[in-house]
């Protein structure tokens, strides 16, 4: 079957009503499920107005859904964090009754630690450890969800050398229905910043098991936040998807005999009324590049 192209639904309301003439491009939506959720007194994970909010897009649009968390914390091995991914998990087995999620992936690396919540995800160590502690996450998701992956993710240092994390994810997806989200612009952006080729990590990879793929763009720090005066691609998904993004696209696309999406990201707050022709554009060229490279 040809992968379809998917778009994220932000969890905001402006952007969502800027987003709205574009909700009939995509052929299913991803949804971030922690931010359908809030906590309430009682410290349990209760539905937010998104919760109803994105289904109602979904059955207007008649389209499925795929979900894509930050915040599970993958590679997470502390026995203080157990009740948190278990009362998340809980929260999903919930949820999966009403999405239906065709399949659910969370970025590789640590987003607890130490009961602190972090804003992005930081890297592991590309150990026998992780690689086991990623595999329980996964096997634990595949309980509510059966198809489930970890995101590529972008980051701004590594335990080792770039070019050997693709053999980690390949460790870290081993097995039935377990898959890999390659993310480009992630893989752009730490090319950049670390200088390596994007393509020979690309190749790298099981592109076997990659069944999304994520498209996104971003921009460089402000050379000021670093008293080095360095400034670094950030994965910040505020601009346009860039050349060496839809290079990787063109490139990757017919190696990906699994994939069953691509998907444009876009952050909440980043859109206004010069950007929805841009967005549009980007969408129709993703279908556009499918319909070449994947027929
Ligand atoms: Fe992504």
């Avoid at 460790?171 to 730490?190: E, I, K, Y």
């Avoid at 996104?216 to 860039?242: A, Q």
């Amino acid at each position: 079957m040809r992968p379809l192209t998917g778009f994220v639904l932000p969890p905001d309301l402006p952007t969502l009503g800027l987003l709205e003439p574009l909700l009939s491009i995509p052929g299913y939506f991803e949804v971030t499920p922690e931010t359908t959720w809030r906590l309430d007194d009682r410290s349990r994970l209760v539905e937010n107005g998104f919760h109803a909010l994105f289904r109602e897009i979904g059955r207007a649009a008649a389209r499925p859904f795929v979900a894509h968390g930050v915040g599970l914390s993958m590679g997470s091995t502390s026995a203080s964090d157990v009740p948190r991914v278990r009362r998340w998990l809980s929260r999903l087995r919930r949820d999966q009754t009403l999405f239906r999620y065709l399949w659910f992936t969370d970025h590789a690396g640590l987003t607890m630690a130490g009961g602190r919540s972090l804003t992005l995800p930081l890297p592991v160590p590309m150990t026998h450890a992780s690689v086991a502690a990623m595999r329980r996450r996964l096997a634990s998701m595949q309980r509510i969800v059966p198809d489930v992956g970890v995101e590529t993710t972008a980051h701004y240092f590594l335990f080792g050398p770039p070019l050997e994390e693709p053999a980690f994810y390949a460790r870290v997806v081993a097995g039935a229905r377990r898959w890999l989200l390659l993310d480009l612009h992630n893989v752009h952006t730490m090319s950049v910043n670390m200088g390596f080729d994007s393509w020979e990590y690309v190749s790298r990879l099981p592109l076997d098991k990659v069944i999304e793929i994520h498209v996104s763009g971003g921009v460089s720090s402000d050379g000021s936040w670093l008293p080095s005066g360095r400034s670094l691609r950030l994965d910040s998904h505020d601009d346009d998807v860039p050349d060496d993004v839809w290079r990787l696209l063109e490139r990757v696309l017919p190696l990906c005999p699994n994939l069953r999406g691509v998907t444009l990201e876009r952050m909440e707050g980043t859109v206004d009324v010069t950007t929805i022709p841009r967005l549009r554009r980007e969408l129709r060229r993703i279908e556009k590049t499918i319909q070449r490279k994947a027929a």
